[in-house]
């Protein structure tokens, strides 16, 4: 039933009739299917939170037993590339803005450009920490047996594994997120090209857009409880 | 018979309107998903009571005789993992909160219909991982997955069943957000929120629980899972890690998880206990709020499964308050209940009875929650079959006393026939005996010391084993009956019209099997909820039940 009422793809339409194509059967308009939309995407954003919250608790948790140990793994954390790569994720932010925005103005070439964009830092973001995974993995500080860690204070470097676990648990899952939204960016390019969205219907675009700045913002946090927090203490 | 030689084309409603597998498999309706869900669960309900029926069974000898202790160890995990992620997680929010929430608020369907089919065939992903995990060696590590056993020493399929526990998360997820946002959006005009019945006051809370708590059991899965496969040293002390510390992630959701089974329960009976006691529910205010608070304080006790585990005395202290603050709550609701029946009309059919059991059992099972909750007293019956004889007060006299309820109350709405009502009375009176029978003895046994989860047990227990076994029996009649006689009603039924129990809510002011949009335009809620004086008024004021 539902599937019917939508264009057929590559079909064009004027927007106000594709705004009605878009209009689910149990809504009583666009406004209250986008304002749903976005309610039940706020929600979700809220389970996410609380997904990585038992991530950081236990970072938070372990940091406080053994806190030498947390300090020698931070300080083994090469911060060029997470500047680098922060950098690039807050560009990705800014790109994304632009293609929500020119989305409601219903330029389909400005969005499809910017959506181009932010797909491309995502993947650079992506490339860089292959980099770094690949440094960790030389220097065997991934967990497991070939774990080896040179220790020169007053820890156990077996509590550097856990932090090594935390990290690639962390940004393993940050980094599947980021995975997940390249394909999202994947299929809006493909829905914007076949004309899909109107300044009357993007809120898969909006939607899509508050998912990527969540994926930025849980990397905001990485960041300085990963690389920055520790690096200028003496150490155990 | 001149009808049956010209019958009569019948109207047009959610089951009639399609009857092909695919017009199944893809549906997005609501009511559809629901019927859906019940079948599914239905089927593990019945996975997690075969093995239920194997543990009393063997536990009738003082030896075990009938199963190997590796295997009785597989048995009480598989019928643990089984009832709780395959049956009372998903039972009465996913059928019937499926079914009757977007009628109850005058909406055509959930805020995200495809949503709410992807919910099902994460379901039935997630359930299949488990099934799997069964049919291919078990699990034996209990459904708590407990490190550093499941992670480090077991030799069984805890990978895959964690797995499969943590794709059914996804969808209770998803049924959550669901119905939150169809709460808050969908509602018909005037339906305001001092209006909504108490059912979705209960499901709202519900769902907060699932979308708040349901992630953090999802990320401690996933841990455990790196942990056995990579010895990643998180929970495993050997390597620094912290094995409590997965006990205090895992109870941050599996104690709300608790609420998730009750509360829904809780709210079909404030439901029932209106329309056979033709009243509206005393303090409506005061029922709906309870079942807020109790997800609130729900997430502030989960410490209390962890009083022996070696957290400080303090902690221990402060989460035992605040667990017998959840008592308030619950006696909210119980005493404004009872005051509901004082002075009402009071009918005994079948969903009626069901309610005067969840009273009395969820009473025992929520008060026996405070013995446990006292610190000293849980010292001494910890690890008990006193634990095992509470848990199942509040799970199977309290959740699945509910769901037999809400099936009952809601069947002739789903399937537009009546169930016979004999039948129904005979099986609602066996499973409240069957049931005592079963659990009583067991608070007996934990106080005197038996320890759960042992195959084998002094021969002075095995008195009230075998009482405790023949009660299971007796329940296991009672749970069987209502198979038959719902699927004999499909057929022999008499029809029951829009609304057989003269019910307020708007899900009964539509067609019995309602119209695939529910209502033929959406309803203009102008009365308050649970109208039921003027629903009985004889012939004058406003026409409600048209």
């Known amino acids: 039933m539902t599937r019917s009422m939508r264009p057929k793809r590559g079909l064009k339409l004027p927007d106000s009739e594709l705004a009605v194509h878009n209009l689910r059967h149990h809504f009583a308009d666009l406004e209250q299917q986008s304002a749903t939309a976005k309610f039940g995407m706020w929600i979700f954003l809220v389970t996410e939170i609380m997904f990585f919250g038992g991530l950081f608790a236990s970072y938070l948790i372990y940091r406080l037993s053994y806190y030498n140990a947390w300090v020698a793994g931070s300080q083994t954390m090469e911060i060029k590339y997470g500047t680098a790569n922060t950098a690039v994720l807050i560009c990705s932010s800014l790109t994304m803005v632009m293609a929500v925005h020119w989305s409601k103005l219903g330029s389909r070439k400005l969005t499809a450009l910017f959506l181009i964009l932010t797909l491309v830092l995502g993947i650079v973001f992506l490339g860089v920490k292959a980099v770094e995974y690949h440094e960790h993995w030389v220097h065997h500080e991934v967990p497991g047996p070939n774990f080896h860690f040179e220790h020169t204070g007053n820890y156990d470097p077996r509590h550097v594994s856990i932090f090594f676990s935390l990290y690639f648990a962390m940004t393993g899952m940050h980094a599947l997120h980021m995975v997940i939204g390249a394909g999202l960016l994947t299929w809006l390019l493909i829905a914007n090209g076949l004309g899909r969205f109107s300044p009357e219907y993007n809120s898969p675009v909006e939607l899509v857009g508050l998912y990527w700045h969540f994926v930025d913002i849980i990397w905001i946090y990485l960041f300085p409880l990963l690389y920055l927090i520790s690096h200028h203490h003496p150490g155990g | ?546």
């Not at chain 2, 030689?5 to 959610?14: D, I, L, R």
Request: proline share 6%; aromatic share 16%.
């Open chain 2, 1 to 546: 018979m001149e009808t049956a030689t010209h019958p009569v084309e019948p109207k047009a409603n959610y089951l009639n309107v399609d009857y092909t597998v695919k017009s199944w498999l893809l549906t997005t309706d609501h009511k559809r998903i629901a019927l859906l869900f019940l079948g599914s669960i239905t089927l593990f309900f019945f996975i997690g009571g075969f093995f239920a029926m194997l543990i009393r069974l063997n536990l009738l000898t003082p030896a075990g005789d009938l199963v190997l202790a590796d295997t009785y160890n597989k048995l009480f995990t598989m019928h643990g993992i089984v009832m709780i992620f395959l049956f009372l997680i998903p039972s009465v929010p996913a059928v019937f909160g499926n079914f009757v929430l977007p009628m109850m608020i005058g909406a055509k369907d959930l805020a995200f219909p495809r949503l709410n089919l992807a919910s099902w065939y994460i379901f039935m992903l997630g359930a299949s991982f488990v099934l799997y995990a069964i049919l291919t060696g078990g699990m034996d590590t209990g459904w708590t997955f407990y490190t550093p056993y499941a992670t480090t020493y077991s030799n069984t399929n805890v990978i895959t069943a964690a797995l499969g526990v943590f794709i059914i998360g996804f969808s209770s997820i998803f049924t959550g957000l669901n119905f939150i946002v169809t709460v808050h959006r969908m509602r018909a005009p005037g339906m305001t929120w001092g209006r909504l019945p108490l059912f979705i006051w209960a499901h709202y809370a519900t769902s907060v629980i699932m979308v708040l708590g349901t992630p953090v059991l999802a990320i401690t899965l996933v841990l455990v899972a790196l942990e056995r496969a990579f010895h990643i040293g998180i929970f495993d002390a050997r390597l620094g890690g912290d094995p409590l510390l997965f006990q205090h992630l895992f109870w941050f959701y599996s104690h709300p998880a608790v609420y998730i089974m009750i509360l829904p329960s809780m709210g079909v009976i404030s439901e029932v206990v209106a329309c056979f006691a033709r009243k509206r529910p005393f303090g409506y205010e005061f029922i709906a709020m309870s079942s807020v608070a109790i997800a609130v304080l729900g997430f502030l006790v989960w410490a209390h499964h962890m009083f022996v585990a070696g957290i400080s005395i303090y902690a221990a202290l402060i989460f035992s308050l605040l667990s017998f603050f959840v008592a308030i709550p619950s006696a909210v609701k119980v005493f404004n209940w009872t005051a509901t029946l004082y002075k009402g009309s009071i009918t005994l059919d079948t969903p009626m009875l069901y309610v005067f059991a969840f009273i009395g059992l969820f009473t025992i099972g929520g008060l026996t929650g405070l013995f446990l909750a006292a610190v000293g007293l849980d010292l001494h019956v910890h690890d008990t079959y006193f634990v095992v004889a509470h848990f199942h007060y509040i799970m199977v006299g309290g959740a699945v006393t509910g769901f037999l309820c809400a099936l009952h109350f809601w069947w002739p709405k789903m399937t537009g026939k009546m169930y016979p009502e004999s039948f129904a009375r005979l099986s609602a009176v066996l499973v409240f005996l069957g049931f005592n029978l079963t659990f009583f003895p067991q608070f007996l046994l934990g106080y005197l010391g038996m320890p759960r989860r042992y195959h084998a047990y002094p021969p002075e227990f095995q008195v009230l084993n075998v009482l405790s076994t023949a009660g299971a029996s007796i329940l296991a009649v009672g749970f069987l009956l209502p198979m038959i006689y719902f699927v004999w009603s499909l057929q022999y039924g008499k029809d029951a019209g829009p609304n057989p129990f003269r019910a307020a809510g708007l899900e009964w002011m539509t067609p019995s099997p309602p119209p695939t949009f529910n209502f033929d335009e959406t309803p203009v809620v102008t009365w308050e909820a649970y109208n039921y004086d003027e629903i009985d008024a004889p012939k004058k004021g406003v026409e409600v039940a048209g």
